[in-house]
């Protein structure tokens, strides 16, 4: 009996003992799991097989052991073990950027605002390469890496490590720029007439030859409003510049060049090469941000600038490019705190086979579209050219857009001519996953700009279309600072010229600056009012006017000038509204009257707006021109009321020139002469719209008429 329960009290307690054993036990584990890290994956990474990637191995094979190249040596980790390490390494980001870095990431980048991507290399890692003699060339907290330069034997050496994760080459592009065409070289500076509607207020700006790659993507509406990126940092990522270009005068003088960094040479002098060399940043730099009145004005003339030089012109036409500086140049310019990062980096070929193929233009691949996504996940708008690869001298040719312009946060810019049509060397997307690139365009074609001779001219590329839009996209921060972003760039889609068909080759389409900045727009519809009547009518015409504009919010309006021969009713009121246009002919001679209805309203950014109005008076006598349109040849009848009427019948280009004189009359009642489409020379007209002008006595008439092809 006593055994029996002495065996129960035993089998109580070694129950208690186990149950008590696996409670400590349960506690202690969750004890070391709060100390653990929550997702390992982000803080340490497995080693890769093999360590050195295939492209980079099979370059090695074919190098001797002493011949040193640059490989990006990635690490497994930050060093980081447990929870309380990564909290206090996050706490330290902040000392590590600038104040206006961490303001800019609290209003627009990802939360947290510090991640694994802010910590710093660890140190031992980098002392260790050191060891190995090899050259550190760029450290990159956001990659967890460092570029070096190692033979064939060092790099064997740093394949042992233990902490290392993978080598790869570091990829070095090429760009060239397009040729400038000889014939073009007249032309660069004319603009079409439609691109005159919209001119700057008189007395605020003179742009100059600059006006018409401004009025394409209507910046200069947002000038008048009084933007022009004041307060707004653009990092520029190109080669040098001359900053001390008259163009930069304005930039200089006020203290809003706030750093400079040369990444080739590892100083801040990014002025110190010859022309060649700083030739391409002074053309972008001067197209975003310069302004000599008169002459040349940035779309963000206004703004702050900070220039990196990272990248090395090899030649008169070719720029070389290496991956680890433009990643360094990315984060440096965050840690200056950029809101807005421009560079035309991209290539078309590689030398030594371990470059990257369209299968990269994927947004996830490429190093450079790596940093380049990371950045703008920060809350900064990267903004980069999406190449000169299409239709190339000597193919095979690349065609697709470029690294990082593929990233799927990346604003990528292609180039049109001032008549909006796509630039033959622009490239295309889609990305190898399908997305539409480029995003936008704007003028890439003889885009006026500085040049480092110390004169202007215009530049062919897409390099010279990115820093309109990198301008742009700062105006739009600077009306609005909480915009990510993502949300900047949606602005632009969702206002460009082809938002509602966007394809491979425009994007979205040509930029649209006023509407993206999200301002009241005042619109009148239609564009241009054309009447015609008999001299001496009584009978009065009726049409509408339409006023509108492009926010909700209700804008008020009023008529401030029109003919007094028309009346519109109601001349005042709020948007939207439709007008009564009423047309009074009775007192007006026979001729053509042009004028316009101007309306004013004071919140609209491109106020006040006109519409053409043009009245066409004809006598009695009765005038016919057939077929109309026409191709080969035209007969024009003219039946007089009075036989012994002088008549004198004529051709004239819309802008007025005279095209062709018809012979006198003879004094018939009927007049009828047939025009072959060809001018006082004997040459044939281009097709288009013409006048006939018929002058009867002390009065005339016009009759448009049409040439086809």
């Not at 004319?190 to 001119?199: R, T, V």
């Not at 990082?404 to 996953?433: E, H, L, Q, R």
Request: proline share 4%; aromatic share 10%.
């Amino acid at each position: 009996m006593v055994s029996q329960s002495v065996f129960i009290w035993l089998k109580k307690f070694r129950l208690s003992s186990l149950l008590f054993f696996f409670a400590l036990l349960i506690l202690a584990r969750l004890t070391v799991a709060e100390e653990r890290p929550t997702e390992k994956v982000f803080w340490e990474y497995p080693v890769e097989s093999p360590k050195i990637s295939l492209k980079t191995a099979n370059l090695l094979d074919k190098l001797p052991s002493d011949s040193a190249i640059a490989v990006w040596v990635f690490f497994t980790d930050k060093g980081i073990k447990t929870n309380g390490e990564y909290r206090k390494a996050i706490e330290e980001c902040g000392y590590q950027v600038s104040e206006r870095s961490i303001e800019r990431r609290k209003l627009r980048g990802k939360k947290p605002i510090f991640d694994f991507t802010d910590i710093p290399v660890k140190n031992q890692y980098l002392d260790e390469l050191k060891n190995l003699n090899v050259k550190i060339r760029v450290v990159s907290k956001w990659l967890n890496a460092a570029s070096v330069l190692a033979n064939k034997n060092q790099i064997g050496e740093i394949e042992k490590l233990p902490f290392v994760r993978t080598i790869e080459k570091v990829v070095t592009f090429y760009r060239k720029e397009p040729l400038f065409p000889e014939e073009n070289l007249k032309k660069i500076y004319e603009a079409p007439k439609d691109q005159l509607k919209i001119p700057p207020k008189a007395g605020v700006l003179g742009y100059g030859q600059s006006y018409a790659q401004l009025a394409q993507i209507h910046v200069p509406e947002l000038h008048n409003s009084g933007y022009s990126g004041k307060g707004i940092l653009i990092t520029m990522l190109d080669t040098g510049y001359l900053i001390h270009h008259s163009a930069f005068d304005s930039i200089l003088n006020s203290g809003r060049l706030v750093a400079t960094h040369d990444f080739i040479n590892g100083d801040d002098n990014v002025e110190d090469e010859p022309d060649r060399q700083r030739e391409h940043g002074t053309y972008t730099f001067s197209a975003v941000g310069g302004f000599v009145n008169d002459t040349l004005i940035g779309p963000a003339f206004g703004a702050n600038f900070a220039l990196a030089k990272t990248e090395i012109v090899l030649n008169n036409i070719e720029i070389q490019i290496e991956e680890d500086n433009w990643v360094a140049g990315a984060e440096w310019a965050d840690s200056l705190g950029a809101d807005v990062v421009s560079s035309s980096l991209g290539y078309n070929r590689w030398d030594d086979g371990t470059g990257y193929t369209y299968h990269d233009m994927n947004g996830n691949t490429t190093k450079c579209t790596i940093a380049a996504d990371l950045a703008v996940s920060k809350g900064i708008v990267v903004v980069n050219a999406a190449g000169n690869e299409r239709n190339c001298s000597f193919p095979p040719c690349w065609d697709y857009i470029i690294a990082p312009a593929d990233g799927d946060s990346v604003i990528a810019v292609g180039a049109v001519d001032i008549n909006g049509i796509i630039a033959s060397f622009s490239s295309v997307g889609p990305t190898y996953d399908g997305r539409i690139k480029p995003d936008v365009v704007a003028r890439g074609v003889s885009t006026y700009c500085a040049w480092a001779n110390g004169g202007y001219g215009g530049v062919n590329g897409t390099s010279l279309s990115t820093p309109l839009v990198a301008g742009v996209c700062a105006l739009l921060l600077e009306i609005d600072s909480t915009l990510s972003p993502i949300q900047v760039r949606k602005a632009l889609w969702t206002t460009a010229s082809r938002t509602d068909s966007p394809d491979n080759l425009y994007g979205y389409g040509i930029v649209n600056a006023s509407k993206a900045s999200g301002l009241a727009y005042l619109v009148l519809s239609p564009e241009e009012f054309e009447f015609e009547a008999i001299c001496g009518d009584t009978h009065s015409r009726l049409d509408t006017l339409v006023v509108t504009s492009t926010v909700a919010e209700s804008l008020e309006w009023k008529v401030i000038h029109s003919p007094d021969w028309l009346t519109i009713d109601p001349d005042s009121g709020v948007t939207p509204c439709t007008c009564s246009v009423t047309l009074d002919p009775s007192n007006l001679g026979v001729g053509i009257h042009q004028d316009s209805i101007t309306v004013s309203a004071k919140k609209a950014i491109n106020s006040p707006q006109s519409v053409m109005v043009t009245l066409i008076i004809r006598s009695t006598a009765k005038i016919a021109a057939f077929p109309n349109p026409f191709q080969d040849s035209l007969t024009v009848f003219v039946d007089k009321s009075n036989a012994n009427d002088k008549i004198n019948v004529s051709i004239f280009t819309v802008a007025g020139e005279l095209v062709y004189q018809f012979s006198e009359e003879d004094g018939e009642k009927v007049f009828e002469r047939t025009w072959d489409g060809r001018n006082e020379k004997g040459r044939n007209v281009s097709s288009g719209i013409y006048l006939l002008k018929v002058d009867i006595n002390d009065h005339s008439e016009i009759v448009k008429i049409a040439k086809t092809k």
